[in-house]
Structure formats: C-alpha cells, structure tokens
C-alpha cells in the first residue's frame, strides 16, 4: 500500500510528458521569460494610459467613470500580444493552447465554480483584513474599477467574459503554467504558477496576492483536472469577475 502511494506521488511530481499534439514544449525558462516581460510591459502600458487621460484632461483623483473601461481592453491586449509573442517564439500557436469547444452543461458548472470561488477569496480577503486593518487602497481601486451605471456594468461584464477570462487563462495557465509543469511537474508547476498569478495581481492592490494566489491554485486546479482545457478556465475567470462586478455595483464595493 506504502509503495503505490509513494508512486502516486513520484508521478504527481514528474515533469509532464506531453503527448506529440502538445509538442513543441517549453519550460521554466521561457514561462519565466514570458511572465517578466508581462509584468513590465503592463507598468509601461498603465504608467502610459494614465498619462495621456491625464493629459487629455481626465481627472485622475475624482474620475468622471470607472478608469476601467479604458484600462482593461488596453492592458488585456497588450498581455494577448506579448504572450502571442512568445507562444511563437517557443515554435507553437494559438491552437495548441487548450482553446477546445465544451458544452452548455460545462458552461453553467463552470459558472457555479466562479461563484464558488469569488465566495472563496471573499473570505480569504475578508480574513485577512481582520488581521491587518483596513486597507484604503482597496477603496481607490474600487474607484477605479466598479461601474457605477447599468451600461457601465454591461461593458465591463463583456471585457471580462471576452477579454481579462480568454487571455489572462492563455497567459497564466496555458503558457506560465504549462512551462513550469513541463519543468517542474503538476504540484511544483501549479504553486509557481499560482504564486506569480497572485504577484502579477499586486500591480493592483499589494494585498491582492494572497486571495488571488487562491484563486491561481483554483484555476490551475480546474486547469489540471479539464485535461488541460483553457476554455474552460476562461469562462470561470471571467464569470467569476463578473460576478463580482455585478455584486459590487449592486451593492458596493
């Protein structure tokens, strides 16, 4: 009994073997590559929208609409071209990254799993802010980002769905987290990869990292257990920021 359960865990621990319709593979030092050069060309592409609103003479302090509906459709395609960028470099394309058609039924599971998940982080937050006091940067952030008309909602409700879900799991899971599974194996792969989703998130609000290092081992779970679908994934990330927008907007941030 000792010896299947040290194998079991042996194999959860074993680089992946990618069958041949996932080849070519890459590894740590391309997801590493990749995530870096995410991270700095998102501070350059916010750092610059910001100026040019400001500029434009868009008041920044008190901002006449959620900063959002400007900020997301730039940062979510400047993550798209970069990560295109280096799928291509590491000699794949768009259709090896796990963009597979699912049906209705996982459509609505995956849904409930994105409720289930932002009840999850809430809690975390929530733990956490008893611990350290409230944190007012959560307030300007939520300045910035929840809509505060019905037409507002709608729009931010469609980049989530069709924007930050596709290409945030494309990047995250598809590609930071495939490379580190194939180097490190599924566990390893998975808390890395979560690990760097939680930082990435800190460019928002620092103590964002750890609810959402929760909810990178979520979606990398999900990930892992699909069978390495992204479309899956993709519509349970951008249900559950819809949701939150929708809660927010109807209740506050």
């Given at each position: 009994m000792n010896s299947k359960v040290n194998k079991v865990a042996q194999e959860a621990d074993t680089p992946i073997h990618v069958?041949?319709?996932?080849?070519?593979?890459?590894?740590?030092?391309?997801?590493?590559?990749?995530?870096?050069?995410?991270?700095?060309?998102?501070?350059?592409?916010?750092?610059?929208?910001?100026?040019?609103?400001?500029?434009?003479?868009f008041n920044l302090a008190e901002p006449p609409y959620p900063i959002?509906?400007?900020?997301?459709?730039?940062?979510?395609?400047?993550?798209?071209l970069m990560t295109l960028a280096f799928i291509k470099r590491s000699g794949a394309n768009i259709g090896q990254m796990g963009f597979k058609r699912i049906s209705a039924a996982a459509v609505l599971k995956m849904t409930i799993l994105g409720a289930a998940l932002l009840l999850l982080t809430?809690?975390?937050?929530?733990?956490?802010?008893?611990?350290?006091?409230?944190?007012?940067?959560e307030q300007i952030f939520a300045k910035f980002v929840v809509p505060r008309t019905q037409i507002q909602l709608v729009f931010l409700v469609i980049f989530a769905m069709v924007l930050v879900g596709p290409i945030e799991e494309l990047f995250a899971r598809a590609y930071i987290q495939k490379g580190l599974e194939n180097h490190?194996?599924?566990v390893k792969g998975?808390?890395?990869?979560?690990?760097?989703?939680?930082?990435?998130?800190?460019?928002?609000?620092?103590?964002?990292?750890?609810?959402?290092?929760?909810?990178?081992?979520?979606?990398?779970?999900?990930?892992?257990?699909?069978?390495?679908?992204?479309?899956?994934?993709?519509?349970?990330?951008?249900?559950?920021?819809?949701?939150?927008?929708?809660?927010?907007?109807?209740?506050?941030?």
């Open positions: 069958e041949t319709s996932d080849k070519p593979r890459w590894g740590a030092k391309y997801a590493f590559l990749c995530y870096l050069t995410v991270a700095v060309g998102v501070l350059i592409v916010a750092a610059s929208t910001g100026l040019l609103l400001r500029f434009s003479g959002s509906l400007v900020s997301i459709p730039v940062n979510e395609i400047s993550i798209l809430a809690t975390v937050g929530a733990t956490q802010n008893a611990i350290l006091g409230h944190d007012p940067a490190f194996g599924r998975l808390l890395l990869a979560s690990l760097l989703f939680g930082m990435l998130h800190a460019l928002n609000v620092v103590r964002a990292i750890i609810p959402t290092f929760v909810a990178g081992l979520f979606l990398g779970y999900i990930w892992q257990k699909t069978g390495r679908n992204t479309t899956s994934v993709a519509v349970l990330h951008g249900a559950y920021d819809s949701i939150a927008l929708m809660l927010a907007f109807l209740f506050g941030a």
